[in-house]
């Protein structure tokens, strides 16, 4: 199984930005599904969830202006970031508890795609 992150970019504050991740291989169904963040020098976070019935669940940092969304028939998950910050900067992975054709359960985790939001 292999998750492929996208959309990640330099933007300026308060621009918007959507990153993608599209998991693949020997998939039989997918669960939650979310993206995290690691800035430097701090711990990797959650940002965003998802489960496979669309409930959504965000960090209070970006209630309000970030979208979590996902396509269950692509295996894709989608986060549709708004009115970004500096403090945004961040390498964002996305995460997805997969259960595999073997029905085995576990969670894959993206190579990770670089946000860098400019003052």
């Known amino acids: 199984v292999q998750l492929q992150a996208s959309g990640g970019g330099l933007v300026q504050a308060g621009g918007s930005l959507t990153l993608s991740c599209a998991a693949s291989g020997s998939i039989f169904s997918i669960n939650d599904m979310g993206w995290y963040r690691q800035a430097p020098g701090k711990q990797r976070e959650l940002v965003a969830g998802i489960t496979r019935g669309g409930i959504t669940n965000y960090a209070d940092s970006v209630k309000g202006r970030f979208t979590i969304s996902r396509d269950n028939a692509k295996n894709t998950v989608y986060l549709q970031m708004n009115s970004l910050k500096p403090e945004d900067t961040a390498v964002y992975y996305c995460?997805?508890?997969?259960?595999?054709?073997?029905?085995?359960?576990?969670?894959?985790w993206g190579q990770g795609t670089l946000v860098t939001v400019s003052s």
């Open positions: 995460n997805a508890q997969v259960v595999t054709l073997r029905m085995y359960r576990a969670h894959y």
